[in-house]
């Protein structure tokens, strides 16, 4: 494997990382949105939203390969390696 499919691996495990984030975030998120609904609190319901939907948003990102965060770290290198000389 080259390095660049190495690191496109990692930032793919990171993504299934995020992915465990969110949903283990779901009872949490739940319990503020319940409370947030029935006593009118806009703040709780945003934040209920939000433990949940930023890291998903991010793992979905990642899970594709992040494609710009690939091409910032590998912009000008080439992809063969250098000959260990024969």
């Known amino acids: 494997m080259k390095s660049k ?3 496109c691996l990692v930032i793919r495990l990171l993504g299934l990382i ?3 984030q969110a949903l283990a975030a779901v009872p949490g998120a739940i ?3 319940w409370s947030g ?3 009118m609190m806009l703040r709780n319901v945003l934040l209920g939203w939000l433990m949940v939907l930023w890291p ?3 793992a979905f990102w990642m899970v594709r ?3 710009a965060l690939v ?3 590998y912009s000008g290198r080439s992809e063969t390696s ?3 000389g024969s």
């Open 56 to 58: 998903l948003a991010v």
């Open 5 to 7: 499919e190495i690191f």
């Open 71 to 73: 091409r910032l770290a």
């Open 82 to 84: 250098p000959s260990q």
């Open 65 to 67: 390969g992040a494609p």
């Open 37 to 39: 609904a029935s006593r």
């Open 18 to 20: 995020f992915l465990y």
């Open 31 to 33: 319990s503020l949105l």
